[in-house]
């Protein structure tokens, strides 16, 4: 009994390398990772099976400004025209409050005052950025959900009616 139990052990034993894993199994890995690397390298230098979205471009760009208010309000204001768009109450707005301390941070940084404005884009897709092209910081407030970004694009139709 022991014999042909040591036989079959044997026979397992030869088709498995030394983790356990059959042979075959190994063999039909890495045949599916290499072809994969192949396809996907294939794909990148021929565009086939590749699919590319146009590039969105700036459809209306609005300057900004914040100012701290004594109450701990923040105004906000239309760089080109020092227009008042918007006076953020205490405590409310909690996203373009943090997003513009994010902003403020690194500009801290860098050594740069309040005095150059933060760029709002509307792209021709859609989406609505911050940016503040004094640091080359960039966000894409789309990223963080229709409300949070709504909350900014409020600020392109108070604008227009300042």
Do not use: C, Y
Not at 15 to 31: C, E, K, Q
Not at 100 to 111: A, D
């Amino acid at each position: 009994m022991k014999a042909g139990s040591n036989a079959m052990q044997q026979s397992q034993n030869a088709s498995a390398d030394h983790t356990g894993i059959p042979r075959n199994v190994l063999i039909a890995a890495f045949v599916l990772v290499s072809f994969t690397i192949v396809a996907s390298g294939f794909g990148r230098m021929s565009d086939v099976g590749t699919s590319r979205m146009p590039a969105a471009r700036e459809v209306a760009v609005l300057s900004i400004l914040f100012e701290d208010q004594a109450d701990g309000g923040v105004l906000i204001r239309d760089a080109d025209t020092r227009a008042a768009i918007e006076t953020l109450e205490p405590g409310s707005n909690g996203f373009i409050r943090a997003t513009m301390r994010g902003f403020v941070r690194e500009r801290k940084r860098s050594g740069i005052g309040a005095e150059p404005p933060f760029a709002l884009i509307r792209w021709s897709d859609g989406a609505i950025s911050l940016e503040d092209r004094s640091t080359g910081r960039h966000a894409d407030l789309d990223a963080f959900g229709a409300t949070n970004a709504g909350a900014f694009a409020v600020l392109f139709a108070k604008a227009r009616r300042t």
